[in-house]
């Protein structure tokens, strides 16, 4: 079965810089489209930022434009999130999703990261 | 910009149907989404992609009780035989040009 394993969250003052990872397996990873999405705490689900298969398309949401970079090393089977100025209202858990193949909707599912901002 | 509205919440009883709804943003009619369910303290799970025209696509072992449909705008989840871990919260989402959208999520009680 589809393996997603995301690593590096912890807890952050504000303005502070964190980097997540999410190492894939069981599944060809140079083929799929990929995400990341997160979940405040008590909150609904909220999408980040997405990546093409090569990496030569990405989007972000504007809540995070300019602040985050995802990026992935498909020799290594793993995506990223690098985030920078970190505000508190980016606490969350973060998920690293994988595309359906052929469409736009989150197939699987990691178990998530916990990024706490806070001073 | 599309946008997904999902009832806060709804309830059913232990074996008895359910059916969440989804409803699409005006002019966003014939656009399919996805269901997620998100049982208490777990991640997100897919259960299902829903088409404009009502076919639906479940994913890996999800199973015969939860199906999909669809009419106008509205996208459905329907569950039937409800069980004690079938309460959840039941996100819906869709997508288009540089964006992933989703629903603010219904939680599910089981009586």
């Known amino acids: 079965e589809v393996q997603l394993v995301e690593s590096g969250g912890g807890s952050v003052q504000p303005g502070g810089s964190l980097r997540l990872s999410c190492a894939a397996s069981?599944?060809?990873?140079?083929?799929?489209?990929m995400n990341w999405v997160r979940q405040a705490p008590g909150k609904g689900l909220e999408w980040v930022a997405f990546?093409?298969?090569?990496?030569?398309?990405?989007d972000y949401a504007d809540s995070v434009k300019g602040r985050f970079t995802v990026s992935r090393d498909n020799a290594k089977n793993s995506l990223y999130l690098q985030m920078s100025s970190l505000r508190d209202e980016d606490t969350a858990v973060y998920y690293c999703?994988?595309?359906?193949?052929?469409?736009?909707?989150?197939?699987?599912w990691g178990q998530g990261t916990l990024v706490t901002v806070s001073s | 910009q599309v946008v997904l509205t999902q009832s806060p919440s709804a309830s059913a009883s232990l074996g008895a149907s359910v059916k969440v709804t989804c409803t699409l943003s005006?002019?966003?009619?014939?656009?399919?989404i996805a269901w997620h369910q998100q049982q208490p303290e777990k991640g997100p799970r897919f259960l299902m992609k829903v088409n404009g025209d009502g076919s639906h696509t479940k994913g890996d072992g999800i199973p015969d009780r939860f199906s999909g449909s669809s009419s106008g705008a509205e996208r459905y989840l329907t569950i039937s035989s409800l069980q004690s871990d079938d309460e959840a919260v039941y996100y819906c989402q869709t997508w288009d040009t540089g964006i992933r959208v989703f629903g603010g999520g219904t939680k599910l009680t089981v009586l």
């Open positions: 069981r599944f060809t990873f140079t083929n799929y489209n």
């Open positions: 990546i093409t298969s090569s990496g030569n398309m990405i």
């Open positions: 999703t994988r595309d359906s193949l052929h469409s736009n909707y989150f197939e699987y």
């Open positions: 005006s002019g966003h009619s014939r656009y399919a």
